[in-house]
T-cell receptor
Framework: SQTIHQWPATLVQPVGSPLSLECTVEGTSNPNLYWYRQAAGRGLQLLFYSIGIDQISSEVPQNLSASRPQDRQFILSSKKLLLSDSGFYLC?????????????FGPGTRLTVT | AQSVTQPDIHITVSEGASLELRCNYSYGATPYLFWYVQSPGQGLQLLLKYFSGDTLVQGIKGFEAEFKRSQSSFNLRKPSVHWSDAAEYFCAVGANDYKLSFGAGTTVTVRA
């Protein structure tokens, strides 16, 4: 069966520091991968998605970036964090052979920028 | 582009009572529709999905949803709510672009 891991689970970082959040998927090949942010009391905002190892699309211009160094690994990064980057970050995956397929979510990373 | 509206931000329901959460979508073709549940501090769990066929869909945890094309709705229901159903619920719509659009969510509080 497929599983998705995210780490760290929680993170407290000062403003201006770098960020690296990692997501890995097990039990499937060539998944679509997604990064979402959920601010307090708000819905999900899609940040990046990737339908292949060299294909990453950005949905919202900001100081975040994403990379996919391996087929089942998705990394969210920032060179300098802002206070507004605080939130709950969720990674998700879906199958690539069907459009509109359901997404499966990881446990999330709670990021607090101080 | 597709979009989802969940009109109710917060619903309070008594344990054992029925629950209905509303979801309206906007999409030109037949959509893919989903309901997810999120407990505090957790990721999202898929409750059920509609792709085609029978418009009444059964999901996990005793939930069901009905697709009504004429009303552009996909409402979620449960006949008898348990205290463990207290959570946030998200409706989502998918199109042919590998992405899902989520509603803003409905928080469900269950009172004893």
């Amino acid at each position: 069966s497929q599983t998705i891991h995210q780490w760290p689970a929680t993170l407290v970082q000062p403003v201006g520091s770098p960020l690296s959040l990692e997501c890995t998927v097990e039990g499937t090949s060539n998944p679509n991968l997604y990064w979402y942010r959920q601010a307090a009391g708000r819905g999900l905002q899609l940040l990046f998605y990737s339908i292949g190892i060299d294909q990453i699309s950005s949905e919202v211009p900001q100081n975040l970036s994403a990379s996919r160094p391996q087929d089942r690994q998705f990394i969210l990064s920032s060179k300098k964090l802002l206070l507004s980057d605080s939130g709950f970050y969720l990674c998700a995956w879906s199958l690539t052979d069907r459009d509109g397929d359901e997404q499966y979510f990881g446990p999330g990373t709670r990021l607090t920028v101080t | 582009a597709q979009s989802v509206t969940q009109p109710d931000i917060h619903i309070t329901v008594s344990e054992g009572a029925s629950l209905e959460l509303r979801c309206n979508y906007s999409y030109g073709a037949t959509p893919y529709l989903f309901w997810y549940v999120q407990s505090p501090g957790q990721g999202l769990q898929l409750l059920l999905k509609y792709f085609s066929g029978d418009t009444l869909v059964q999901g996990i945890k005793g939930f069901e949803a009905e697709f009504k094309r004429s009303q552009s709705s996909f409402n979620l229901r449960k006949p008898s709510v348990h205290w463990s159903d207290a959570a946030e619920y998200f409706c989502a719509v998918g199109a042919n672009d590998y992405k899902l659009s989520f509603g803003a969510g409905t928080t469900v509080t269950v009172r004893a």
